[in-house]
């Protein structure tokens, strides 16, 4: 069972034997409840964007000079060889702090990984004093981060990245009244579906990108016997990962009381949705090339984990 999971699981039996050791307070009936919260590393992309990045189909080729001092004088310089170095249609935040430091590249701007803001709204009915149903709705997308800039001796380059969600969440949990039911300690379990996924914008100039090896319009001998590469046109390509399924959730929080019939809850609320999206197409040529195929598939996730805190709204029954 994954470590989240179990957390979650623990916290549930917990808070069910806390009820039925304790008096129960609380009040059984209908609620509303609404919050604002966020999404923590959105789709996961995390690593890709700071430090893994993503390969390109290609290397970059790269000259190498000969060595004057191995011949004699007078006679003709050698031919440069070529070295083949791994290229990245997405270059990880890290890599690129480390060529702007080198004074490769300038007006580094880095955002790192992409944080979703998230709406939330739920009906709930708590029942038999220590049990709850609820039924919620999310919609989540991006507030900060996922986005990288600089420019290079090529000219401007661009990494952005957007995403949204929604969720339909339902649990089934139990209910710890604490003074009288003026506070609450409460955790579920139960399903979700969600859809939803990422947008991947990349610009790129002209000549930064190569072909690929086996491209037949890539790299090729010349009658020199040298290496011919084919640098790629200017990158303008926008791709939408998507995809919809039904997953586990968990949830845990706290309310307290703020008003007759009004409390205030904070609560962790997790979603294991993911879905491998469909095949996308690229918008134009080049792009395939740099990643090797005419289309992309990846991994959508519009679950995740979100904190949350808002008010919820008891009515007399």
């Not at 890709?48 to 310089?77: C, E, H, V």
């Not at 070529?82 to 430091?101: G, Y």
């Not at 939408?240 to 997953?247: Q, R, Y």
Request: glycine residues 12%; contains cysteine; aromatic residues 10%.
């Amino acid at each position: 069972m994954h470590p989240v999971l179990r957390i979650g699981t623990a916290a549930l039996v917990t808070a069910g034997l806390c009820a039925i050791a304790s008096p129960a307070d609380a009040k059984d009936g209908l609620s509303v409840g609404f919050g604002f919260g966020y999404k923590i590393d959105a789709n996961q992309l995390g690593q890709t964007i700071s430090t893994d990045g993503l390969d390109a189909a290609a290397p970059r080729p790269l000259a190498l000079p000969g060595f004057d001092d191995t011949f004699s004088p007078g006679t003709t310089d050698p031919a440069p060889e070529f070295a083949l170095l791994d290229q990245s249609a997405i270059i990880a935040e890290n890599s690129l702090v480390v060529l702007e430091d080198l004074e490769q590249i300038s007006n580094l701007e880095t955002g790192g990984a992409m944080v979703a803001f998230d709406l939330h709204i739920h009906v709930r009915y708590d029942f038999l004093d220590v049990l709850f149903a609820r039924l919620g709705f999310n919609y989540n997308f991006k507030g900060i981060g996922g986005r990288t800039s600089w420019t290079s001796e090529y000219g401007d380059h661009l990494q952005e990245w957007d995403y949204s969600a929604i969720g339909i969440p339902l649990h089934i949990g139990v209910n710890v009244p604490i003074a009288e039911g003026k506070y609450n300690v409460y955790a579920g379990v139960g399903v979700a579906w969600a859809s939803g996924g990422f947008n991947l914008h990349i610009v790129a100039p002209e000549g930064f990108y190569y072909a690929a090896v086996n491209d037949p319009l890539g790299f090729s001998p010349n009658e020199n016997n040298q290496l011919d590469a084919t640098p790629l046109g200017a990158i303008d390509e926008q791709a939408s990962i998507e995809g919809s399924a039904i997953g586990l959730g968990y949830l845990i929080g706290v309310d307290g009381a703020i008003a007759d019939s009004l409390h205030m809850f904070v609560e962790a609320e997790t979603q294991y949705v993911a879905k491998m999206s469909e095949a996308v197409a690229f918008s134009d040529e080049d792009s395939g090339r740099l990643f090797g195929a005419s289309k992309l598939a990846y991994p959508a996730i519009p679950g995740g984990q979100v904190l949350r805190l808002g008010v919820k709204y008891m009515f007399d029954m």
